[in-house]
């Protein structure tokens, strides 16, 4: 397996303007999937999360150069991704001038949509449920339950208190197996 | 006695509602607490005596019954709960329902997208300038204005004629326009010779007119010469040939 570089010495490069753009391409390259998958779990289709994953690593590029490094490159991605889908299903909400309930139904809809969705299997049930929840409560259970993410590193990167959090995440795990149970 | 009694009469000066108040204990304590209370304090000085270092007085049997069967776990257990919990830790206690299907993927990626995606990114990271004419625009808009100006000098032009004081006599076909319903079947009748004949004798506005309908816009000063010499379009008029033009 390919060894990564270690982030600080991917900024050293950014910051050289003959390694810049070589160096952003492995930033890319090395946490392409995971925030990939988080914002897909967010917005759902395949091509609202690569027009977010790539608007987002635009900024990325426009904003790295003024990185601090007393936060984690890590944190400080998963932080603009966060924020670029909240956005996104802001604008969306503007944009078709419905509720947010709405857009979260929407979101349910495009699951079911899907070619291969199946809604005897518990692993479709459980996308449906976690499109019940409110928008950052599934922030918070996404980040939890996929990316495995202790409450401290997440606390950064939401700016809420851990208690908050693991609150938030008990809350979300009932409502999501009552869901699951009850449907 | 007497000093009990000086307080009973201080207080009465301060209070005589205190002082004429039953004493009565609110608080309570445990059955025989006070019978066993000297033997639990030596019981402690004991103790603490062995923690620092005098082992000489102690004994296996003070210590509590199955106190060592336990004292494994107890510690295990403070172990534990001082340990962050992990996320799949906390799932499985929440929810092992949840936990058992935590890697089920439904979701499909496009072949070969991640392998794809920086080239999509760094590509759209140096855009292609838009191309600028400046020129273009700038002779566009003057061009724009100057018919706009014939334009209105004609009207004018036409108006001063028909309603003037000292109104000269128009030519046959004007005259006939202004009877007529359907004028431009009447324009197309008349040719572009007498027009032009009508134009050039009558005075600027109908140069600018000509001019404006025969010049080349990419001949017109540019704006640096606009800005250079204030009188650039008058000069640029003067040397134009409407005869020229004309044709």
């Known amino acids: ?183 | 006695m007497k000093s009990t009694n000086d307080i009973l009469e201080e207080l009465r000066e301060l209070s005589p509602v205190l002082a004429g108040m039953e004493k009565r204990n609110v608080f309570t304590v445990p059955a025989g607490y006070f019978d066993l209370l000297s033997e639990d304090i030596l019981a402690g000085v004991r103790n603490e005596g062995n923690t620092d270092g005098d082992t000489g007085s102690g004994s296996i049997e003070e210590v509590p019954h199955g106190y060592f069967d336990s004292l494994a776990e107890t510690i295990m257990g403070k172990i534990k709960s001082t340990q962050v919990e992990t996320a799949s830790e906390e799932t499985r206690a929440l929810s092992p329902m949840l936990y058992s299907i935590r890697n089920e993927n439904v979701f499909e990626v496009p072949a070969g997208y991640f392998e794809e995606l920086s080239n999509a990114v760094v590509s759209r990271l140096t855009p292609q300038q838009a191309k600028i004419v400046v020129m273009k625009r700038r002779t566009t808009t003057f061009f724009k204005y100057a018919v706009a100006a014939a334009f209105t000098g004609v009207m004018a032009l036409g108006v001063f004629k028909l309603t003037g004081p000292s109104k000269t006599a128009l030519p046959d076909y004007v005259m006939a326009g202004l009877k007529i319903e359907n004028i431009d079947q009447e324009f197309s009748k008349i040719s572009d010779d007498e027009i032009v004949k009508y134009l050039e004798a009558e005075g600027s506005d109908v140069k600018a007119a000509i001019v404006a309908n025969s010049v080349d816009e990419n001949e017109l000063p540019s704006q640096e010469e606009y800005l250079m010499d204030e009188k650039a379009l008058d000069k640029y008029l003067n040397n134009i040939n409407l005869g020229d033009l004309k044709n």
């Open chain 1, 1 to 183: 397996m390919k060894e990564q570089i270690d982030d600080k010495e991917l900024l050293m490069q950014f910051r050289e303007p003959a390694t810049k753009e070589r160096s952003f391409t492995l930033i890319i390259k090395k946490y392409q999937e995971k925030l990939y998958w988080h914002i897909r779990r967010m917005v759902v289709s395949h091509e609202d999360a690569n027009d977010v994953l790539q608007n987002m690593f635009i900024k990325v590029w426009n904003a790295l150069g003024n990185f601090r490094e007393d936060s984690q490159l890590y944190t400080w991605l998963y932080r603009i991704a966060t924020n670029e889908c909240l956005s996104f299903l802001e604008q969306q909400k503007k944009r078709s001038s419905v509720s947010l309930s709405d857009v979260e139904n929407g979101l349910s809809n495009r699951l079911k949509a899907d070619k291969h969705f199946d809604a005897n299997k518990l692993e479709w049930k459980l996308q449906v449920a976690i499109q019940q929840l409110p928008e950052k409560q599934r922030v918070v259970f996404n980040l939890r339950y996929y990316d495995e993410m202790p409450y401290e590193k997440m606390s950064r990167i939401l700016e809420t208190s851990e208690g908050a959090l693991k609150a938030s995440y008990h809350h979300a795990v009932k409502k999501i197996e009552n869901f699951i149970l009850n449907s």
